[in-house]
C-alpha cells in the first residue's frame, strides 16, 4: 500500500499569511495526488486534483505542486474561513489511501 | 445540482449487519464510478471502497474484504454498502462520494451516515 504522510499535523497561521502543507508518498505516484479541505462539522472538497490543477469554484489563492514522491499545498493569503484540516490522497492505485490531515487554524 | 444522500446508518452490536444506501441525483450516474469512504469520529478519512459504473469491477480496502460488499442500481440511481460482520473499529461517518472521471478523485460527497458498533 502506498504510504501518505502530512506535515506538519497542524499549523496555526494569521489572516493573510501564506502557509504550505506538505505530503510525502511512500513511493513515486506521478502526479496522482488530490487536495480536500474539511472544516468543522461539514464534509470534505476537493480544492486540487492531480497535484496541481485547481477544482472549478475553488478560490485561487490554493495552489498545489510536486510530482513522484513529495508534493505541497500553498494557501496564500489566508481567510478566515480557511480554518480546516486539509488531506492529501493518493490516486495512483488501489488501496486508495489519505493522508492522516494538517489542521490549520486561523489565529 | 450534483446530490448524494446516505441512509440506513444506526446503532448495531458487534457481529450484526447494515445496509447503507446513497440516492445520486444531478447527474448521469451510470457515468461514474461511485465510492465509499468513512471517518471514525474525530479521525482522518478513509477510502472503503469503489464500484464501476457497471458495477463489474470492485475494490476495497484490506480491513473490510470478505464482510462488506459494494453494489449499484442504475436504475434506480444507487450505490449500496452491505456490511456484515460488524465491528467496533468499523464505527465511523460513511461517506458516498462520486470518482471523477477517469480518475480515482472524490469531487462530489454525501453528508454522510452514521454506523456506530457497539453492544
Known amino acids: 500500500d502506498i504510504q501518505m504522510t502530512q506535515s506538519p499535523s497542524s499549523v496555526s497561521a494569521s489572516v493573510g499569511d501564506r502557509v504550505t502543507i506538505t505530503c510525502r508518498a511512500s513511493?513515486?505516484?506521478?502526479?496522482?495526488l488530490a487536495w480536500y479541505q474539511q472544516r468543522p462539522g461539514q464534509v470534505p472538497n476537493l480544492l486540487i486534483y492531480?497535484?496541481?490543477n485547481l477544482q472549478s469554484g475553488v478560490p485561487s489563492r490554493f495552489s498545489g505542486s510536486g510530482s513522484g514522491t513529495d508534493f505541497t499545498l500553498t494557501i496564500s493569503g489566508l481567510q478566515p474561513e480557511d480554518s480546516a484540516t486539509y488531506y492529501c490522497q493518493q490516486a495512483k492505485g488501489f488501496p486508495i489511501t489519505f493522508g492522516r490531515g494538517t489542521r490549520l487554524e486561523i489565529k | 445540482e450534483v446530490q448524494l444522500v446516505e441512509s440506513g446508518g444506526g446503532l448495531v452490536q458487534p457481529g450484526g449487519s447494515l445496509r447503507l444506501s446513497c440516492a445520486a441525483s444531478?447527474?448521469?450516474?451510470?457515468?461514474?464510478?461511485m465510492s465509499w469512504v468513512r471517518q471514525a469520529p474525530g479521525k482522518g478519512l478513509e477510502w472503503v471502497a469503489n464500484i464501476q459504473q457497471g458495477g463489474g469491477e470492485k475494490y476495497y480496502v484490506d480491513s473490510v474484504k470478505g464482510r462488506f460488499t459494494i453494489t449499484r442500481d442504475n436504475a434506480k440511481n444507487s450505490v449500496y454498502l452491505q456490511m456484515d460482520g460488524l465491528r467496533a473499529e468499523d464505527t465511523a461517518v460513511y461517506y458516498c462520494?462520486?470518482?471523477?472521471?477517469?480518475?480515482?478523485?472524490?469531487?462530489?460527497w454525501g453528508q454522510g451516515t452514521l454506523v456506530t458498533v457497539s453492544s
Open positions: 462520494a462520486r470518482v471523477t472521471v477517469g480518475t480515482d478523485y472524490f469531487d462530489y
Open positions: 513511493q513515486g505516484i506521478s502526479s496522482w
Open positions: 492531480a497535484a496541481s
Open positions: 444531478g447527474f448521469i450516474f451510470n457515468n461514474y464510478w
